[in-house]
């Protein structure tokens, strides 16, 4: 059985069914796991007078972690590739802040959703991760590279929302204050806008969770070229979605625009840009687009950039200018799969 799927519930569930045990072990198991980084239950002082009931656990409960293929790293942004059990590889971003480090979390092998200034969008979609896969992201970070990890974004490979049933016990495990204790509001889930998982999310009650929203075209007819999704949600749909999203009075949606030069950077693209957000509780998240070999697009100078931003903020938005950390390793927006080998996609489950 493998530990790294199990929330609290579901492990006390397991515990009483197949060894009579109850929820005060599923506790000790989680703290070992996640507090710890190990399986050495025999450790935990609830097991001190059950040794045999450890050593049992110990030999059944198994924790698989990726085998890592390679590192890169950038001043201190390191991209890691992992490969899974059964062969496919997979990569997270480690970005270290002033005193914690963010952790960007692959949810997909490859991804479906084509947007076409995407690298992880040419493998194709190969399948979904299990919780197990992402949660053992952060748990590798955190005791085997053994970094600080304080956030968690889910913007690496695929689409979060497309793999919502393993998104939502990702967060119930991460969040569990008995195992690795992640508030939610260090977490960020993003979606290029898939309108039943932003539904989906809303329901879990989670006011405190950010949801960022990469947007990169502010009107219908570019969206629809650069983000195929756009053409069964659209733009209105999209904001009235987010505007009935039920958000924490002290959160605000993240909308993260990847500015790419000569496709979305004019004066009027600017404004229309103002237009989708203002009635929205929202920052604006301004991303130099990265190149890479396969892409025809190019960076945008910083002049561009600031020109763009300046529009922006005239007409009354908030916007953050994002430092592109991890650009050389092309560990930053959609540019996750350059060094995986590409095979031919799947039909989707
Ligand atoms: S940008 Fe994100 S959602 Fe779009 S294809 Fe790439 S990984 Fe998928």
Known sequence: MEILEHTFTSLCGVLKRRYGRGSGDAQAILRQVHRAGNTRFRDAPQFRRYADVALRFEKELSLTLPEEVDRRCEGETTKLLFRLGDGNQIESVLVPMARYTTICVSSQVGCRMGC???????????????????????????????????????????????????????????????GLD???????????????????????????????????APNDTLRNHLMPVNRHTPLAHLQALLKSYPLHHRNAHLISYVLIPGVNDLRRHADELAHFVAPLRAKVNLIPFNPSPQTPYRAPETEELERFRERLVTKGVFVRRRTPKGQAILAACGQLGARIPLKPPQAPP
């Open 116 to 178: 076409a200034f995407c690298q992880t969008a040419k493998m194709g979609f190969v399948r979904q991760l299990t919780t197990g896969e992402m949660v053992a992201q952060i748990f590798w970070a955190k005791h085997v590279a053994r970094v600080p990890i304080r956030n968690v974004v889910f913007m690496g490979m695929g689409e979060p929302l497309d793999n919502f049933a393993n998104l939502a016990k990702t967060l119930a495990v991460i969040t569990d204050q008995r």
């Open 182 to 216: 992640i508030a939610p509001r260090h977490i960020t889930v993003s979606t290029v806008g898939l309108a039943s998982g932003i539904r989906q999310l809303a329901a879990l009650g989670l006011p405190l969770l950010n949801l960022a929203v990469s947007l990169n």
